[in-house]
């Protein structure tokens, strides 16, 4: 008997949708063998949206993208009852599509996708024209302000990051930024939660870690996130809207554009569609990081108000103001001519800000971050907010500020080796001396 992984159940109880899925592929590619999974609309009732009167296989949609993979990665069939016609006919560009970027998906690992009823299903008109995915963060807020108004649904849904937890601090946040953020634009909004990333699939499935290509093994820790952000489809579906908008995470370096190798890339983002759904393009696709802020700032300066940008993925109330994204997002405030404090960044304090990045422990992954930035200072101009510090940046250059972050991590990582906290003295002679090579 094949190996399968089974949608057994589907049942729409008040705003959420319950799935019951079963894991036959004698792999333990779930985290049990009877897996509950559910999503959850909040503030859907307004719009009149019932989940009792939509179609199985309208139901079925986040879950069936969610459960995709396992029929291309470990041979496994995936059996379901219902599907909607226009997605059957995608899964393969959906697959092609990974498979173009995280490297090539093999034909021998394929398995097949078993489903007792294939239905067309029409979406109906609508006075909606645009989902606009919302999570708080500068791209989003850009792909905001640039589809405003009534038409627009601005829908965030906080489990679609890798970190996120399902209650907590960071959760309610989200609710009123998302809220805030909509009265200003003049959009309605919905907020979606879901127990996908925390309850389906074993983490970084382990047979795909220890087997596969290293691409493939990125794609299993970041390939659920178009498929989890999705999980607006039954939703879209009700309201009959067409156009699923995201802001892209593109990425330049000098003269070079790129996108970011994962959920976000827009080859990937094109290839979603089902029940006449579709991703439009993505907002902002060229528009460099630090454009984007200051589109932002200009646009709310003019309006004279300031709103709450949120970068950080601490499950917290306030950002914690040191992560990778929280300080790349202040220094374009900064750049921006404006104080991260009015933003968002109720922590900022610009003395012990210039020291951090002063000590390079502003760690990016990838220098085009870094490049972004100090391009984008100005020399013959005077900043009103940590003016000392961007002057200096612009005069390190993105590389060499690159390059040492890059040594002051692994001293890092080697002090906690070595416990070198013991020896204070010596540990700031070594840190003093690399830093001024
Ligand atoms: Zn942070």
Redesign the pocket.
Known sequence: MNRTIELAKIVADGDMIRYEIHDNSGLNLLQKKKVDAWIRFYHADRFGFDLNKLPESVLAIPITLYLLRVTWLYGVDLVLNSIDKMLYENVDAIRDAYSQIFGSFEDKWRGEIRVKEIVENKLPDSQYKNIVFFSGGIDAIHAGINNPGRKSVLVSIPDVENKSQAEGPLREEKFRLIEEFSKTIGSNWLLISNNFNKDIFNSVESIVKRNHIPVIRQYAAVGKYVPNLCSVAPFAYALGIKSLIMGSGFEQIENEMKWALDGTNPIISNAFKFAGISFAEQDGLYTRRSLKVKNIVSTFDRQNIHIKIW????NSKE?????????RTQLNILCANENPKDWGFALFDEKYFSRFIHSYRWFEETPGWVWDIVDSIDDTHTYPYCNELLHWLKQIGYKKYYNRTLQVRKLMKLSRVFKVHKYPHYASVVCRRLIKR
């Open positions: 970068a950080c993925f601490d950002q914690c103001g040191e992560c990778t994204k929280c300080v």
